[in-house]
Nanobody, 118 residues
Framework: QVQLVESGGGLVQPGGTLRLSCAAS????????MGWYRQAPGKQRELVAL???????NYADSVKGRFTISRDNAKNTVYLQMNGLKPEDAAVYYC????????????WGQGTQVTVSS
């Protein structure tokens, strides 16, 4: 069973930056598309960034131009560089491997909290 461990969250001022990491256990990590999701209080979890096994990327409109997803297959790790953070980016951030029907392959990790406040 694959385990996902997210890290790198914290408190940052508006306009600030954070880099999130997600380490995955298990084999064949490089074969899977990976996504970063976020869930704010009272809202549904949403996919904000996706990277395929061929390193193609896609972003939600709300983060396009500010967030960058990348991966290091040798480390079984996916990253999310977040620049120009806004208060509305505050949420718990998770990673997972999306299926075609937009469900996910693996159990959710604990997530990492991002707080954007002055």
């Amino acid at each position: 069973q694959v385990q996902l461990v997210e890290s790198g969250g914290g408190l940052v001022q508006p306009g600030g930056t954070l880099r999130l990491s997600c380490a995955a256990s298990g084999r064949f990590f490089s074969s899977y598309a990976m996504g970063w999701y976020r869930q704010a209080p009272g809202k549904q979890r949403e996919l904000v960034a996706l990277i395929t096994s061929l390193n193609s990327t896609n972003y939600a409109d709300s983060v396009k131009g500010r967030f960058t997803i990348s991966r290091d297959n040798a480390k079984n790790t996916v990253y999310l560089q977040m620049n120009g953070l806004k208060p509305e980016d505050a949420a718990v951030y998770y990673c997972n491997a999306p299926r075609l029907d937009m469900s996910v392959l693996w159990p959710w990790g604990q997530g990492t909290q991002v707080t954007v406040s002055s």
